[in-house]
């Protein structure tokens, strides 16, 4: 199914992703597979085990070129029919954490083409 989507058949979710303050942590690295749980965790939590079973690409994961805030940054592809099911998830989803770090999340998108992403998130 996903080799034979064309590119207007994809959407792209841009996610920010920064320490909570009162976590009193930080995040030094952000890796893909720390946003794939994340994504798992916003799936099952808002439509169950079953209800989240889509296909969500990582693209990139970097760090914030804003100094003043230590963010980083993901890039995720999603099939066009579940962009917003998995912006919503991902909104909704309460007290995300990485590593007993708290987390808090913005979602930008979705959007169709990596450009507007990319000038969303910088």
């Known amino acids: 199914m996903r080799k034979g989507l064309k590119p207007t ?27 794939v749980e994340l994504v798992q ?22 760090p914030s070129p804003a100094e003043e805030e230590a963010a980083w940054h993901a890039l995720l592809r999603v099939d066009a029919r579940h962009a917003q099911d998995l912006a919503t998830s991902l909104t909704l ?13 913005r979602v930008i998108g979705p959007t169709t083409t990596i450009q507007t992403t990319n000038s969303l998130l910088n």
């Open 93 to 105: 989803l309460t007290a995300p954490a990485i590593n007993n770090v708290r987390l808090k999340l």
């Open 41 to 62: 965790q916003a799936q099952t939590g808002a439509m169950g085990v079953m209800g989240g079973a889509y296909n969500v690409d990582v693209l990139s994961t970097y």
């Open 9 to 35: 058949e994809w959407r792209y979710l841009g996610l920010c992703i920064s320490a909570a303050r009162a976590s009193g942590g930080s995040l030094t690295t952000v890796l893909p597979t720390l946003v």
